[in-house]
């Protein structure tokens, strides 16, 4: 039975189409430096703003019309799974990622919970047989329960780090059964309002243990997949341990733990910690930490999560960029971890979104990839450290200057000329790129 009964299969059609149930601009077959959209991309659709999202907000009720919302509990949990893969399919979508949380409520006990997991896992397991569709991600969902009031692997409560430990070990035999090719860690409540009474030491100290269990793990029931983490600088604690790809970074390097984790990346998160998109993963790719992304944008006028769809050419094209320059992401790929406006409650919405995102990062795509075949950037940034490819420059890189031959030339050469940046003129050449 349809579910999406208005919609059909969608379809490239070209920039001139006006079908807007058709791809205008990501033509999954299309060569970009040597590989097809498709490979590149790999889209992801998110669970849980897709399927589960409702529309509430703080200041009002629930707005999404959804048809699958007439039933309750596990049926509903099983009617989300075949809306989902209906979507999927029509839209061309080759991931999906999940919280467990998404696809399957809780129950009275955990092993209740994880007996209802189990239904909806091998359900989505049935579907997947029959289906192109495969898993980028899952992860856990420990933030939502008040048991997680004070975290799950950096909480005061040892009974709630077990549940965690007992959660992600779920968790992981689920990506394991349903051939995930990722598996992240979201720190959701990892953090801390008030230093007053937070032992921050023993916290971070507790959060390595955890990851060296869950590797410990992943290695004994032969999970192949890459681990990632996704830093977030605030919400919902003032304060997480995860702020950004530096902070995230560093703190993998001190525990041992940079080997076996790479990060995956949201827009929005970099916004909420001061960033643009492009740093963020620029930052990951220097350190060859770049392993996924969750595709979306923020509101620069507000100083929260909104999740929005990413249609900000600007940001998707810079973000390709730093994606193709790490060679692209791997076992990783683009998940669309955004949401539908609230005032946008019609299910064709979600096609209309999804749509969009996908088109604006073929744009930024075909755009970065001419960047770089036409080494625009490349040699702009060459030119600009020209001073140390030879005399004074070069001794410094090579290791054969000191304070006392810095010294020597500094007071012997009495005019310092620098060059002009010229960064409005490279802007204008990045708009003809884009535009």
């Not at 993963?281 to 006028?301: F, K, P, T, Y």
């Not at 076992?331 to 919405?349: L, T």
């Not at 969009?356 to 075909?366: E, N």
């Not at 001073?387 to 090579?398: M, P, T, V």
């Amino acid at each position: 039975m349809s579910i999406f009964n208005n919609v059909g299969k969608i379809q490239f059609e070209g920039k001139d189409s006006k079908n807007p149930f058709a791809f205008k601009h990501y033509n999954a077959s299309e060569v970009v430096l040597g590989k097809t959209m498709e490979e590149h991309l790999r889209f992801a659709c998110s669970y849980w703003h897709t399927f589960t999202g409702t529309g509430a907000d703080p200041f009002g009720s629930e707005t999404m019309l959804r048809p699958w919302d007439t039933q309750s509990g596990v049926s509903l949990a099983k009617a989300r799974v075949e809306a989902a893969f209906e979507f999927f399919e029509k839209l061309g979508m080759p991931y999906f990622c999940f919280h467990d949380r998404d696809i399957a409520p809780e129950g009275n006990s955990l092993k209740e919970t994880n007996e209802i997991l189990d239904q909806i896992v091998n359900q989505i397991q049935d579907q997947m047989k029959t289906s192109k569709v495969k898993l980028l991600w899952n992860t856990a969902n420990m933030f939502t329960n008040p048991r997680f009031v004070h975290g799950a692997a950096t909480t005061n409560n040892a009974d709630v780090y077990a549940y965690a430990a007992a959660q992600v070990k779920k968790g992981l035999e689920t990506a394991v059964q349903l051939e995930s090719e990722n598996y992240v860690f979201w720190g959701g409540r990892e953090g801390y309002e008030s230093l007053l009474y937070t032992d921050m030491e023993f916290e971070l100290d507790n959060l390595a243990r955890f990851y060296h269990m869950a590797i410990d793990y992943a290695k004994e029931i032969g999970f192949k997949g890459q681990f990632l983490i996704e830093p977030k600088p605030k919400e919902p604690t003032k304060h997480q341990y995860d702020f950004d790809a530096a902070t995230t970074i560093a703190f993998l390097q001190k525990y041992d733990l940079h080997h076996h984790f790479k990060l995956n990346l949201e827009a929005n998160h970099a916004t909420l910690a001061g960033h643009t998109f492009e740093h963020e993963l620029r930052v990951a790719r220097i350190n060859g930490m770049l392993g996924s992304i969750d595709a979306n944008q923020g509101d620069l006028l507000l100083g929260w999560d909104t999740d929005e769809f990413p249609t900000d050419l600007y940001s998707v094209t810079l973000a390709m960029f730093e994606i193709l320059k790490n060679g692209g992401l791997g076992s990783g790929g683009v998940n669309f971890d955004a949401k539908v406006r609230r005032a946008s409650m019609d299910p064709e919405d979600l096609f209309y979104a999804h749509i969009a995102g996908m088109d604006s990062f073929a744009r930024g795509l075909r755009s970065a990839g001419k960047l770089i075949e036409d080494r625009v950037l490349d040699e702009v940034i060459e030119n600009r450290y020209d001073s140390f490819k030879s005399g004074i420059g070069l001794e410094i890189i090579s290791g054969k200057a000191n304070f006392h031959t810095l010294e020597q030339y500094a007071l012997q050469n009495n005019e310092i000329r620098n060059k002009s940046g010229r960064l409005e003129q490279l802007r204008s050449i990045l708009n003809e790129y884009i535009f």
